[in-house]
């Protein structure tokens, strides 16, 4: 069982940043795979950025290419967080955002088993 509760979004013009947080339950929080995926009405869930702690201070992140070289995520284990840090955003990230776990990095949202309620971020042009 983990329970997952994010945090950050809101509404912010076009080029701005935002930092989603997501606070996480459970003793096994280091060995899951973490993800951020978001959803638009009508659209299919889509993983925009997820990452596994791979042993010691190493750590492997994946991104779908329309985010990649705008947003970071990163994760502390001993805090059971993890964040989504979105920069130079676009009218088309605007979606609710879901902070997940899971075991596949770079699987859809059905390999991921815990979900957070969702944040919404809204861009504006």
């Known amino acids: 069982q983990v329970q997952l509760i994010e945090s950050g979004g809101g509404l912010v013009q076009t080029g701005g940043s935002l930092r989603l947080s997501c606070e996480a339950s459970?003793?096994?929080?280091?060995?899951?795979?973490m993800g951020w995926f978001r959803q638009s009405p009508g659209k299919e869930r889509e993983r925009v950025a997820s990452i596994r702690w791979t042993g010691g201070n190493t750590y492997y992140a994946d991104y779908t290419d329309s985010v990649k070289g705008r947003f970071a995520i990163s994760r502390d284990n001993n805090k059971k967080m993890v964040w989504l840090q979105m920069n130079s955003l676009k009218p088309e990230d605007t979606a609710v955002y879901y902070c997940?776990?899971?075991?596949?990095?770079?699987?859809?949202?059905?390999?991921?088993?815990?979900w957070g309620q969702g944040t919404q971020v809204t861009v504006s042009s």
């Open positions: 459970g003793h096994t929080f280091s060995s899951y795979v």
């Open positions: 997940a776990a899971g075991n596949v990095l770079t699987g859809r949202a059905r390999d991921y088993s815990y």
